[in-house]
């Protein structure tokens, strides 16, 4: 069988694999593809009779690599047929049966159609190089969707490598051991504390793997997003990766509207068991637990409360670090409540720039108006003693009063006015 010769076809595969982390059987089947583009644009310069190739008119050629020849060969599948049209797809039943007498019509045989080695020419091995740069890129695109697409939503460790504008180029690693991928972290998705220097290191959640052919970086990472401290409770506090604990809610603005107001995260926690305080779980021993996630997230303020199925005392809890005095839940179906604190609560349970009493909304899903619990309470007394009033003015008003003399006279039907008139 011919055989077209590739010198260092085995260290040039070894080199490719360590240079785009792909395992060799993607290399390889990357030049199979690249090399039967070759052949496809040798067949085409040597064109002479002009014949129609259409779009599937290679689909039966293949490439066979020869390791340790260090060369590949040209394969065509071809149908035995009567009488041949196009020999690219057929071949003749009497051709066949000179070597195989068993050959029936409608068969299929795989003939070697390796072009010279001096005619696969310098145009196909140019095209042969383009097509395998892009053939190794989709087969690493490829390779990182299949591999990262189970750990979406999960934590991984990055490393800063470079600065394209305002986003950031990260090398992330999987939790299979591969090496490190390329990922990128937008500037909405990067938290106002944080110091990306070159080769910083910090947790991101893997948000999203692209589908497709994108330029750049297939994954999508965050620190601002409300999952990454989730999944760093589950890794700190046993208790919730033994599900002893689960968290409930969470609401958390990484990137605050004003540049005054600090990145803050409220997460709402319970437990079946009497015996565990869920919330003392997630703080730990002198703060220990809440304190290594606040220490990842570069001193972002977490809040964490006890969530409750009563909605007047879940919404109160959320208000921490506040004291609520009063919840009154206005109205259930629009889930709209009134809290009332005392005035030097008021500002507290607010928060900066209404920070607080946001995430609160958030986390509970409740509408929150806040007051004074003494401003509300004179108010209050005001409007009713105000209607009081207006009761007892009604009241005044008599139903009937005493008719006077001409009054009297005007009631009086005619006959009576002829006997008063007789009278007088």
């Known amino acids: 069988m011919s055989l077209v010769?590739?010198?260092?076809?085995?260290?040039?595969?070894?080199?490719?694999?360590?240079?785009?982390?792909?395992?060799?059987s993607a290399v390889q089947e990357a030049l199979r593809e690249a090399l039967i583009k070759?052949?496809?644009?040798?067949?085409?310069?040597?064109?002479?009779?002009?014949?129609?190739?259409?779009?599937?008119?290679?689909?039966n050629f293949e490439v066979e690599l020869d390791t340790e020849e260090e060369g590949f060969r040209i394969l065509s599948t071809k149908r035995i047929v009567e009488e041949v049209e196009n020999t690219d797809h057929h071949i003749s039943l009497q051709e066949v049966q000179e070597v195989a007498l068993e050959a029936q019509?409608?068969?299929?045989?795989?003939?070697?159609v390796t072009p010279e080695q001096k005619d696969f020419g310098r145009m196909a091995a140019i095209q042969t190089k383009q097509v395998l740069l892009q053939k190794l890129r989709d087969q690493q695109r490829k390779l990182i969707q299949e591999e990262f697409h189970e750990l979406e939503g999960t934590v991984l460790n990055a490393r800063v490598l470079r600065f394209e504008r305002q986003d950031i180029i990260v090398a992330?690693?999987?939790?299979?051991?591969?090496?490190?991928?390329?990922a990128i972290l937008p500037k909405?998705?990067?938290?106002?504390?944080?110091n990306y220097r070159a080769n910083a290191s910090f947790k991101v959640l893997l948000k999203k793997v692209r589908e497709g052919s994108h330029r750049?970086?297939?994954?999508?990472v965050s620190r601002a997003a409300a999952g990454l401290v989730v999944d760093m409770f589950s890794v700190e506090v046993p208790e919730i990766e033994e599900d002893i604990v689960r968290i409930v809610a969470v609401s958390r603005e990484a990137n605050p509207p004003s540049r005054y107001v600090g990145p803050r995260t409220k997460i709402a926690v319970d437990t079946l068991e009497r015996?565990?305080?869920?919330?003392?779980?997630?703080?730990?021993?002198?703060?220990?637990?809440?304190?290594?996630?606040v220490n990842e997230l570069r001193g972002e303020k977490i809040d964490v409360i006890r969530w409750s199925p009563d909605p007047a005392t879940y919404i109160a809890n959320a208000l921490s670090p506040a004291r609520v005095d009063e919840v009154v839940l206005l109205n259930a179906e629009e889930r709209?409540?009134?809290?009332?604190?005392?005035?030097?609560?008021?500002?507290?349970?607010?928060?900066?720039?209404?920070?607080?009493?946001?995430?609160?909304?958030?986390?509970?899903?409740?509408?929150?108006?806040?007051?004074d619990i003494v401003l509300y309470k004179a108010e209050a007394e005001k409007r009713q003693l105000e209607a009081q009033l207006d009761n007892e003015e009604e009241t005044m008003e008599p139903d009937t009063m005493t008719p006077t003399r001409e009054e009297e006279n005007a009631d009086l039907n005619p006959l009576e006015e002829l006997d008063n008139s007789t009278l007088s």
């Open 275 to 293: 015996d565990v305080d869920p919330v003392g779980a997630c703080i730990g021993a002198r703060g220990s637990r809440i304190q290594a996630v």
């Open 188 to 194: 909405r998705e990067q938290l106002p504390n944080d």
């Open 216 to 220: 750049g970086p297939q994954l999508l």
């Open 172 to 182: 992330v690693q999987s939790a299979f051991g591969q090496p490190e991928v390329e």
């Open 105 to 112: 019509l409608g068969d299929e045989v795989v003939l070697d």
């Open 5 to 24: 010769s590739l010198p260092g076809l085995t260290q040039m595969i070894e080199e490719i694999s360590q240079r785009h982390n792909l395992p060799k």
């Open 38 to 59: 070759g052949y496809e644009r040798f067949r085409r310069s040597q064109n002479l009779d002009r014949q129609q190739f259409y779009d599937e008119y290679f689909d």
């Open 336 to 371: 709209h409540a009134l809290v009332l604190v005392a005035e030097d609560q008021l500002s507290l349970a607010i928060g900066k720039e209404g920070q607080n009493v946001r995430l609160a909304a958030r986390l509970t899903g409740w509408k929150i108006d806040i007051k």
